[in-house]
């Protein structure tokens, strides 16, 4: 027989699985129900140059006893020191305390288009009796702020000069964005044509 006072479903059925197949066995539960933590979203997004968000984690079922639980933040495709300062420590509520608690995370606005980039958010090593449901991680997602730098590429996918031209002109171009400085080296090199008998080979960079 079993007796489980505001147990929540899983560790229910958890401790039921461990006692299967074990006879004459008679357990008594008689905790007040666990806490429960999670997170207030399932996910959040901020603008790069947004400064800082505040995240919070919510105590959503059991008042009874003080809890505590660890955060950090883990590099996904953002990376701390260069997209965000890295953030750990502990939250705790006092008992009967239902109140959100919350942590900063400081962005690092860079200038240069990267794209949006993601960081993940945890919460581990709670207190005893203390179960974090909900997602966890949850994902931060630090959506890009900047124009993006643009792409180079050849005006023409094929150019044409008569063998008795003096020589041909090739274009690229900057299209897509202007942000920030771009550089691309160029070189000529055989097809069907010879360096020093057809063509001066050339190259450089733009």
């Not at 990376?79 to 509520?93: K, M, P």
């Not at 009796?129 to 005006?155: H, Q």
Request: a negative charge; hydrophobic letters at 40%.
């Amino acid at each position: 027989d079993y007796f489980f006072s505001e147990w929540s479903d899983g560790l229910q059925s958890a401790v039921r699985e461990d006692l299967a197949g074990q006879s004459n066995t008679t357990v008594t539960a008689l905790f007040e129900r666990i806490s429960d933590l999670e997170f207030s979203a399932g996910a959040y997004t901020v603008s790069e140059d947004g400064g800082s968000v505040t995240v919070s984690v919510s105590r959503v079922a059991g008042t009874v006893g003080a809890v505590h639980v660890d955060y950090a933040t883990v590099d996904n495709t953002a990376t701390a020191g260069a997209d965000y300062i890295s953030t750990t420590g502990t939250l705790s509520w006092a008992e009967d305390d239902v109140a959100d608690k919350s942590f900063v995370i400081t962005l690092l606005d860079d200038g240069a288009y990267e794209g949006d980039e993601v960081i993940a958010l945890t919460l581990s090593n709670v207190s005893a009796n203390t179960v974090v449901v909900g997602t966890n991680p949850v994902l931060l997602t630090i959506a890009e702020n900047d124009p993006p730098a643009g792409t180079l590429e050849f005006n023409a996918i094929e150019y044409s000069v008569a063998e008795n031209g003096t020589d041909v002109a090739i274009t690229v171009s900057r299209v897509g964005g202007s942000n920030g400085e771009l550089s691309v080296a160029y070189a000529t090199s055989n097809g069907t044509a010879t360096a020093g008998a057809d063509y001066t080979a050339t190259s450089g960079t733009l």
